[in-house]
């Protein structure tokens, strides 16, 4: 009997479903290891496991910290796992034990974050480098969520080839009740996520504005928190008297399901993506989704989504009047929404996630750094 950890700490984050989703389906495939869960003191109780070989410990470092390099490494230390997967690859890069990371995406890498200060952005893309590039040599398998991800993540480090696998994520689809969010709107388009400055929310405002020429009581809602990034894009919207855009802040799961339920269409305008998760709920609800053409998108959405250039405007407004004007195309983007989702299955993503588990826990000690 092996004792797998796995690093949760993220569990409680849009990226943390794929942690909670992870560890739920885990459950249900292995009954044989033991299985310690990390996840910090505000958390402990946001996942309570159902199977006797699975425990939840508290974790608290926070990514990128000096207690991350040092007091997580002294925890894990002490927990003297066979196996450890960080879910993230962010984590102590001097631990010696046996490891699998997952890396969503590089995006932290490619990207400038206009919220930031620009100097200690810097120097945490510095300082991601140097740990992505330690990690990738020291861990005993990589995880990704796209074949775009995986060839991104080869091409940044040849450590990672011939060790690398690609791990599909998965969508929930609630089929429960629902609360109408309270909107004038009798059509709209829809957006969730957040609206940090690779999300390309400013460009998606902007083809809006350019659309309720022709639909005049078009909507724009946009779903998520407002962070920082979504007050200077609202300050933003404002200053350019933009019309008929709302800004939710943070709504129940049950008013968003009811949004995906009636939006015109789903509109992912992103430059870069590791996967694409609320295209994929979207498509379970039913909506018509457009989406940009970058990174993994088409990957992930195939033939059930209409594309467009995330970097035009024009090409963006054009994509969505496509859709909104087209009740064929709109009728067979929701027929072939519904097969695509089919294709992604959270089960699987734990089938595989642990034969990976079981592959590095039968080889040999991790491979040492290629020069």
């Known amino acids: 009997m092996a004792h797998i950890v796995i690093d949760g700490r993220i569990i409680?984050?849009?990226?943390?479903?794929?942690?909670e989703r992870l560890v739920t389906y885990l459950q249900d495939i292995d009954k044989t290891n033991q299985y310690?869960?990390?996840?910090?003191?505000?958390?402990?109780?946001?996942?309570?496991?159902?199977a006797d070989n699975f425990t939840v410990k508290t974790a608290d470092f926070a990514n990128y910290s000096m207690a991350e390099q040092t007091g997580f490494k002294k925890l894990l230390d002490e927990l003297q796992a066979d196996l450890v997967h960080f879910c993230m690859p962010q984590q102590p890069v001097f631990y010696k034990g046996?490891?699998?990371?997952?890396?969503?995406?590089?995006t932290l890498l490619n990207t400038i974050m206009s919220d930031k200060n620009p100097i200690e952005y810097r120097f945490k893309q510095f300082l991601g480098r140097y740990v992505f590039?330690?990690?990738?040599?020291?861990?005993?398998?990589?995880?990704?969520?796209?074949?775009?991800?995986?060839?991104?993540?080869?091409?940044?480090?040849?450590?990672?080839?011939?060790?690398?696998?690609?791990?599909?994520?998965?969508?929930?689809?609630?089929?429960?009740a629902v609360e109408r969010y309270p909107t004038e709107f009798k059509q709209f388009i829809l957006y969730v996520g957040q609206q940090a400055d690779f999300k390309n929310v400013p460009r998606l405002a902007a083809a809006h504005q350019r659309l309720i020429k022709k639909y005049p009581d078009l909507g724009l809602i946009l779903v998520g928190r407002k962070d920082k990034p979504a007050l200077q894009n609202e300050a933003l919207f404002t200053e350019k008297g933009y019309k008929n855009i709302v800004f939710t802040d943070f709504i129940p799961d049950t008013q968003r399901d009811w949004l995906y339920e009636h939006a015109a269409a789903y509109v992912f305008p992103s430059l870069m993506e590791g996967f694409g998760l609320p295209g994929l709920e979207a498509m379970g609800y039913g909506t018509p989704v457009i989406s940009s053409n970058a990174t993994?998108?088409?990957?992930v959405y195939e033939d059930a989504a209409v594309y467009f250039d995330p970097t035009d405007t024009t090409d963006v407004a054009r994509a969505i009047d496509e859709v909104l004007s087209d009740d064929h195309l709109r009728s067979d983007l929701i027929k072939k929404g519904f097969l695509q989702i089919k294709k992604y299955s959270w089960h699987k993503t734990a089938e595989q996630t642990h034969a990976i588990y079981m592959d590095a826990l039968a080889s040999a000690t991790n491979l040492p750094e290629q020069s």
Do not use: M, Q
Not at 36 to 50: E, M, R, Y
Not at 296 to 299: D, G, I, N, S, W
């Open 98 to 106: 046996k490891v699998v990371t997952t890396f969503h995406d590089l």
């Open 133 to 176: 590039k330690r990690v990738i040599a020291k861990s005993a398998h990589i995880i990704t969520d796209t074949d775009y991800t995986k060839n991104e993540v080869i091409a940044f480090s040849k450590n990672a080839k011939g060790k690398t696998s690609t791990v599909l994520l998965a969508a929930d689809v609630n089929k429960g």
């Open 296 to 299: 993994c998108l088409p990957e």
């Open 36 to 50: 310690t869960v990390l996840v910090p003191s505000k958390d402990k109780h946001f996942w309570t496991p159902t």
């Open 12 to 19: 409680n984050s849009s990226t943390g479903r794929y942690v």
